[in-house]
């Protein structure tokens, strides 16, 4: 009974003096209930609040580290063992992405459109590559027959030099085959997520005099669909 009491007293100097119940319970290894009993009527300062305040928060904060450090690592290795899935590909399974990618994002003739070139555009410069590796090594244009077109929001127009750069740097092709910029009108209120310095805007690819290969592609579309027993 006595060391229950010197256990109780040794437990309220310590609260006293700012300690958390896990700190106590380290060092006096009693049930936490028999704890939160003992402690009930302890008050704390205003400085010890804070400690413990500032050690929760720190302890979620740590936490919510530990957690995405896992989620990242979880996510490296399903990615990487996805990648390995893929392995090497060869020239028809190249020209089938590149025409599915065109099916997804390219100029299509319409009924009201008869003669449509040949354009795609996307934001993300990974799909832009891959777009002109099937332009230029598979389909086998010249880097001659490609020019660009840039669309960015107005109030990006003073990064427009850092931009054009960026798409320069992706694409691989000179300043001389980015024809024309255009500014859209920016929204205020607008709920877009690829803004500040990580947007470069919207960058269309179009194939001069390209009519004929808009058909040849809408018949490698309508194969695959044959083909793959969709119709």
Not at 75 to 91: H, N, P, Q, W, Y
Request: hydrophobic share 35%; proline share 1%.
């Amino acid at each position: 009974m006595l060391v229950k009491i010197k256990e109780k007293e040794r437990a309220i100097q310590l609260r006293k003096d700012g300690l958390s119940y896990r700190e106590i319970l380290q060092q006096i290894p009693v049930a936490k209930s028999s704890l939160s009993l003992w402690l009930k009527s302890v008050k704390l300062a205003e400085s010890q609040y804070q400690r413990l305040s500032d050690k929760k928060l720190a302890s979620a904060r740590r936490g919510a580290q530990k957690r995405k450090d896992e989620r990242i690592a979880l996510t490296k290795k399903v990615k990487d063992k996805a990648r390995l899935e893929i392995g090497e590909l060869s020239k028809k399974e190249i020209f089938l992405i590149g025409v599915a990618l065109y099916w997804a994002e390219g100029s299509k003739e319409k009924a009201h459109r008869p003669s449509c070139g040949t354009m795609f555009s996307n934001s993300d410069a990974s799909m832009i590559k891959l777009y002109l590796h099937w332009l230029t090594d598979i389909i086998k244009l010249s880097n001659g027959q490609i020019y660009f077109t840039l669309y960015l929001h107005e109030n990006n127009i003073h990064r427009l030099n850092e931009v054009r750069k960026y798409w320069q740097i992706k694409t691989g092709f000179p300043k001389d085959n980015f024809k024309f910029t255009y500014f859209k009108k920016h929204k205020i209120n607008t709920k877009r997520k690829n803004i500040g310095n990580e947007y470069f805007g919207l960058l269309k690819v179009t194939v001069m005099e390209s009519s004929i290969l808009n058909r040849k592609i809408q018949g490698w579309i309508e194969g695959i669909c044959q083909y793959s027993g969709v119709v």
